[in-house]
């Protein structure tokens, strides 16, 4: 079964210099009708203003993925990691116990388009950790292997029964997923056009896959796409 989850059905939030859609409830934005999706808490579409960004904070108890589209992002955290990411690059942040950070735009004058995704964690406690990693140089019309519970193949480790996978599909590419047993899949299109199982999908639509072994991805424009595989 596909339930589709249409962009212009999100939460949106504008507040200036960030421009957020929100895919679960999030801050100010509240639907009992989405409130997560499995171990799946929060998929924020974010653009931030040049010279603009989120001062220190705190998490904890979470597991934080960003994962830039286009611009350039910093990060600084009380664990003492400083990085900027760009396009391609994927940053994990496992608060556990708690930990303070900011994000920021270090650009003059491009504003940045980023996704910021937390996972609920397996259980409660864990020791705060940093990682980051490139795919930009990866191949359209696969698969890549973003984040597991082993860190197989490279990918970042995630305290979850999830593996995060992400690929790039130009068009009339052909791109399939099988999913394991009673596993489910969250499907989110970050940018471009493609269809799914014959249904056209564009950027920031997204769609729920339960109760199939496979699914199936054909590219219209240039996409890049987002697929969690959850327990």
Known sequence: MLTIRKSSERGHVQHGWLDTWHTFSFGDYFDPAHQSFRSVRVINDDRID?????????????????????????????????????PGEWQMMSAGTGVQHSEFNPS???????????????????????????????????????????????????????????????????????????????????????TIEGQRYDAGDAVAIEGQQSVELVGIADAEVILFDLA
């Open 50 to 86: 040049a010279g603009q960004g989120f001062g220190t904070h705190p998490h904890r108890d979470m597991e934080i993925f960003t994962t830039v589209l286009t611009g350039q992002l910093q990060h600084r955290d009380s664990m003492g990691n400083g990085s900027v990411i760009g």
């Open 108 to 194: 003059p004058t491009e504003a940045v388009h980023l996704l910021q995704i937390w996972i609920v964690p397996d259980k409660k406690g864990y020791t705060p950790r940093y990682d980051q990693k490139s795919f930009a140089d990866e191949p359209s019309g696969a698969w890549m292997l973003v984040a597991t519970p082993d860190a197989r193949q490279g990918s970042l480790a995630v305290r979850q029964d999830v593996r995060i996978l992400a690929a790039k599909v130009l068009p009339n590419e052909v791109l399939r997923h099988e999913f394991d047993g009673s596993r489910a899949g969250w499907l989110h299109v970050a940018t471009g056009s493609l």
